[in-house]
């Protein structure tokens, strides 16, 4: 079984900074693209940022130069360092990894239980 844990979810005041942590653990062969996702109360799940196996990044326009994901493959773990928080940062964060079970098998998503944003003052 696959299980995708994270971390470090909070409540902090606006330009301040957290970093989330999403361990993969569990028996499997190798994971593909790593990502984070958010969703805010009446709002459509949104992709934030994603990072390739080979360390290739993509973000949403709205954290642009103010997120950063990274991922250690040793650790199967994927990080996302968020600065300069704003309001509209609020939501669940939750990460997400495609998963190869076996050398042979196909690609599966797994999802992380997510973890809460809270920009305030």
């Known amino acids: 079984q696959v299980q995708l844990v994270e971390s470090g979810g909070g409540l902090v005041q606006p330009g301040g900074s957290l970093r989330l942590s999403c361990a993969a653990s569990?028996?499997?062969?190798?994971?593909?693209?790593m990502g984070w996702y958010r969703q805010a109360p009446g709002k459509q799940r949104e992709l934030v940022a994603s990072?390739?196996?080979?360390?290739?990044?993509d973000y949403a326009d709205s954290v642009q130069g103010r997120f950063a994901i990274s991922r250690d493959n040793v650790k199967n773990t994927v990080y996302l360092q968020m600065n300069s928080l704003k309001p509209e940062d609020t939501a669940v964060y939750s990460c997400?990894?495609?998963?190869?079970?076996?050398?042979?098998?196909?690609?599966?998503?797994?999802w992380g239980q997510g973890t809460q944003v809270t920009v305030s003052s």
């Open positions: 997400n990894a495609q998963i190869w079970r076996s050398a042979i098998g196909s690609l599966t998503d797994y």
């Open positions: 569990g028996s499997f062969f190798a994971i593909n693209l």
């Open positions: 990072i390739t196996q080979i360390g290739t990044t």
